[in-house]
């Protein structure tokens, strides 16, 4: 180095410009890559950064031309000073004109010796303290790296186990969650057949409550006496209303497991929620687990430790995972009650119908024997009926040909009378003959106005008998018909429960 200089410099621009110095210290900090070719700048200045430095500049000549002041007289100013550019005094300059004004003037701008050596001590004692300060701040920055870089160490590793932690305890509800998520899917499941069961229940009501109705309609068809509200009727009456009553409160029980089968899709959709939230959690947290100064895709995100996305804490958020394990518990416990409800009315009504089916089936059992002694019965006097109307028809036809007969003994006794009221003079004399014809006569009138009332009588019972006879035929026929609907068409409808392979009894 033949010339050199010392210069004052100010900040410098960002390293981007291929003409700076090499020794240039840079204020703004070398570049650092970051994607897509980009470079992130450190803001400046920085606060342990001087804004102001020096550095030794080096003039070089040309190989064929010497360094005259005309070559130095402007000084180098970098880019971005504000000061005015040094100048040096020209020792040569009025050499022509006036020599004596140009030494005097050169003379008055030299130092005396002990100025000289004073300055020199002065720099050398700045050299030691600045060289003695500067070994200290080395020791102190060996110090502080060796302190950051443990603390750096120790944050990652203590950054690394929480990752862990938390790690464990996200998998840890998470198993929660999805042990519960399918026991709940269980028992969703099973509650669904247990509706299954009680609409199948409900509809199997149907048979028996048509076999009844139509019962009622049969027997609605018997005639005249018949239509008698009698046990039967009575039984089948009752046995429809308990049908109906079933079919009631099995409707109700399936408006509220439809109910529950909502809580429980309901829960089971915010399980499902957590389930999938968790599972993406511990996926991002396996990740930055594993990740460590070696790992691609590092990089800046300058900020993000100002920004907080979180909406919850760590009791909050075991307390959410908690409060769905509960609510799926208790959906659970109520879905189990209710399959329990469930079971325990469908057998309930199996048994009450069946008590209600056995009971009217009794009853028209009971009915159609009591219709068979009747029936019995009426044969019976029918017959006697019948028999009797004989009987009398026979003796109607004996009173009439007495009475018939009467006639000739009256013709007799009154022709006895007649002749003899053709005797003359005394002769028409009052005698016992003519008090006996007279009494005969009378006799004989006597005899057949009491025949012709016995056949008046007869005939009288003989038409009361025919009408006994057709009474007894009719009711006969009805209690045959009744007795017909009774046994052939109700019992034959109700031979067999209609739906025991539905219901439990």
Not at 150 to 164: A, M
Not at 384 to 405: A, M, R
Not at 490 to 501: E, K, M, N, Q, V
């Amino acid at each position: 180095m033949t010339h050199s200089e010392t210069v004052l410099y100010s900040q410098f621009q960002p390293w981007t410009t291929a003409a700076a110095t090499p020794c240039m210290e840079q204020v703004a900090g070398p570049p650092i890559p970051t994607r897509m070719g980009e470079y992130y700048q450190t803001p400046r200045p920085h606060p342990w950064r001087p804004t102001l430095g020096y550095e030794t500049v080096e003039v070089m000549p040309l190989p064929s031309q010497q360094i005259t002041n005309s070559m130095i007289d402007p000084c180098y100013t970098p880019y971005g000073m504000a000061t005015h550019p040094l100048k040096f005094p020209n020792l040569v300059t009025g050499f022509d004109r006036n020599p004596g004004h140009a030494a005097r003037a050169a003379l008055y701008t030299r130092y005396t010796p002990l100025e000289w050596t004073q300055n020199n001590i002065k720099y050398y004692n700045e050299a030691d303290t600045n060289r003695n300060y500067s070994e200290r701040l080395r020791n102190d920055f060996v110090r502080v790296m060796r302190e950051t870089d443990e603390r750096t160490v120790q944050g990652q590793r203590e950054s690394g186990r929480r990752l862990g932690e938390r790690i464990t305890d996200t998998a840890f509800w998470r198993n929660e969650v999805r042990t519960e998520l399918e026991r709940l899917l269980t028992e969703t499941n099973l509650l669904q057949d247990a509706k299954r069961a009680l609409e199948k229940a409900r509809n199997d009501v149907e048979a028996p409550l048509h076999i009844a109705q139509e019962c009622l309609y049969h027997r609605e068809k018997r005639m005249g006496i018949e239509l008698v509200h009698d046990s039967a009727e009575q039984s089948l009456l009752k046995e429809i209303e308990t049908y109906r009553n079933a079919e009631l409160k099995m409707k109700c029980l399936a408006t509220k497991v439809s109910a529950q089968l909502r809580n429980n899709r309901a829960a089971q959709h915010e399980l499902e929620t957590d389930v999938t939230s968790k599972e993406s959690a511990l996926g991002i947290d396996n990740i930055c687990h594993q990740l460590n100064n070696y790992s691609k895709g590092i990089n800046y995100y300058g900020g993000v430790e100002k920004f907080d996305p979180t909406v919850s804490t760590t009791e909050s958020w075991a307390e959410h995972s908690n409060r769905l394990v509960q609510r799926s518990q208790t959906e659970r416990g109520r879905s189990a009650q209710m399959r329990s409800d469930i079971d325990c009315m469908i057998n309930t009504c199996a048994q009450e119908l069946w008590d209600a089916w056995s009971t009217t089936n009794n009853a028209l059992a009971r009915r159609t024997t009591e219709s068979l002694e009747a029936k019995s019965k009426l044969q019976n006097h029918l017959h006697k009926v019948q028999q009797e109307i004989f009987d009398l028809e026979k003796n109607i036809e004996l009173l009439k040909k007495g009475i018939l007969d009467k006639s000739v003994p009256m013709k007799v006794a009154q022709t006895r009378l007649e002749a003899r009221t053709h005797r003359k003079n005394i002769e028409l004399c009052r005698d016992t003959a003519q008090d006996r014809l007279v009494n005969e006569v009378r006799d004989l009138q006597d005899s057949i106005e009491y025949l012709h009332r016995k056949l008046q009588e007869a005939e009288a019972q003989h038409q009361q008998l025919l009408k006994t006879r057709a009474n007894l035929e009719d009711d006969l026929h009805n209690k045959s018909n009744s007795l017909f609907i009774d046994r052939e068409k109700c019992l034959g409808l109700r031979r067999s429960f209609p739906i025991t392979a539905t219901i439990k009894y």
